[in-house]
């Protein structure tokens, strides 16, 4: 039904097939387009937004040495979750060992990572920051036309496609793709001044 | 000025880019820290309406990825086929095989037929190797080493003299190697 994902696939492929023939350069356009998802991947493991993208770098650079011995039977993303996964596994019982110098497997790993006393550790200036920026999107998305509102949340919450949001809102594709944009315009221009020079650390 | 592109981005952030389109969109991405940024912002928007809470993403994270990666080495070879490797491979392997079973059993057939040898011989070996044969095919007889065979046609095929100097008590290498193989 939906067709998105194998042209994804497809310009994957093609990236795959340049950085396999020597060009670099297509290997940065793949991070850009997987870093985000790479990241809150390894986050939602690690739990330290700092050191997940230290632990992702280390995910796309292995990534990067092993593409050679990619054959595309899975789709490149699968592959690369994997190896993120697996990479911050390894973090995750390195880092157990270093500490507590007890052999413990990575489910025991995962386990103290996931303790709640351990994640609240940003500065409190930081959290309060965090905590602004949560509150003006969800102020904004609240102030948002319903059909925009509806739009962007079918696609966060639900991660439905721009196709299944069309059938289920009963509208043309582009005007899916048209809320979804404005929402997310209206939302990131209430964000803005909220990130320090849009360089957000 | 990128303000036209910014609803690709979204679309691209969303997997809903007919794929050249993200492919030239991706590189000016790539070359534009504007439009970087507002990648990221989609993103941190969309990490904080799933989870409640804010994933920080440093701009320059691909850069850094960059930099490392022009420091590795660079990759030339295209994926490898490795099933028609290793069927090549394999064909090999049976070659050599085959080839390390046949000419031994070739070369013993050979000593037993003089007839033979004297073909592959120029005519003066052949008169100074006939005496040899004949001890040899005793000894192979006696001992029944094919090893020992092989030596003895070895030298019979070449004319051990080639290999020693003119000096009076120097002994062919070949013809040492016989004595022990015989031994």
Redesign the interface.
């Known amino acids: 039904m939906n067709s998105q994902p194998k042209i994804s696939e497809q310009l994957d492929e093609e990236l795959v097939a340049r950085v396999q023939q020597g060009d670099k350069k297509a290997f940065d356009l793949l991070t850009i387009k997987y870093q985000y998802k790479i990241i809150q991947l390894v986050n939602s493991y690690i739990k330290d937004p700092s050191e997940a993208q230290d632990v992702a770098q280390e995910a796309f650079i292995k990534a990067y040495r092993a593409l050679d011995t990619f054959r595309g039977d899975a789709a490149f993303y699968t592959w690369l979750y994997r190896i993120a996964i697996n990479t911050a596994k390894n973090y995750l019982l390195s880092r157990s060992r270093r500490s507590s110098h007890f052999e413990i497997d990575i489910q025991d790993a995962e386990k103290v990572e996931n303790l709640p006393e351990l994640h609240d550790l940003d500065a409190p200036d930081q959290q309060l920051a965090n905590e602004q920026i949560i509150e003006t999107i969800k102020q904004t998305i609240n102030l948002l036309p319903e059909e925009m509102r509806t739009a962007i949340m079918l696609r966060e919450l639900e991660g439905m496609s721009y196709e299944e949001i069309a059938v289920t809102m009963d509208c043309p594709v582009g005007t899916v793709r048209s809320r979804i944009f404005r929402a997310r315009e209206a939302i990131d221009n209430k964000l803005t001044p909220l990130l320090s020079n849009g360089d957000f650390r | 000025m990128n303000e036209e592109l ?2 690709p981005i ?3 952030f ?6 050249t389109t ?2 030239n969109l ?2 000016k ?2 070359d534009n820290a504007e439009l ?15 989870n ?8 320059d ?2 850069e ?3 930099a ?3 420091k ?1 080495v ?7 086929q490795t099933s028609k490797r290793y069927g090549t491979l394999l064909a090999l392997a049976a070659s050599i095989a085959a080839i390390a079973v046949i000419i031994p059993l070739k070369l013993s057939q050979q000593i037993t037929t003089p007839t033979t040898i004297a073909r592959q011989s120029d005519s003066q070996n052949v008169i100074q190797t006939t005496p040899i044969l004949a001890s040899s095919k005793k000894n192979q007889r006696e001992n029944g080493s094919p090893l020992n065979a092989r030596i003895i046609d070895y030298l019979q095929a070449h004319n051990n003299t080639i290999y020693g100097s003119d000096q009076v008590d120097y002994k062919p290498l070949a013809a040492v190697t016989a004595y022990t193989g015989a031994k």
């Not at chain 2, 409640?52 to 701009?59: H, T």
């Open positions: 910014k609803q979204s679309e691209l969303d997997n809903e880019l007919e794929h993200a492919l991706l590189t991405i790539q970087k940024q507002v990648f990221t912002r989609y993103a941190i928007i969309s990490h904080a309406l799933k409640n809470e804010v994933l920080p993403i440093a701009n994270f691909s850094k990825i960059a490392q990666i022009d590795e660079f990759y030339l070879n295209p994926p490898r």
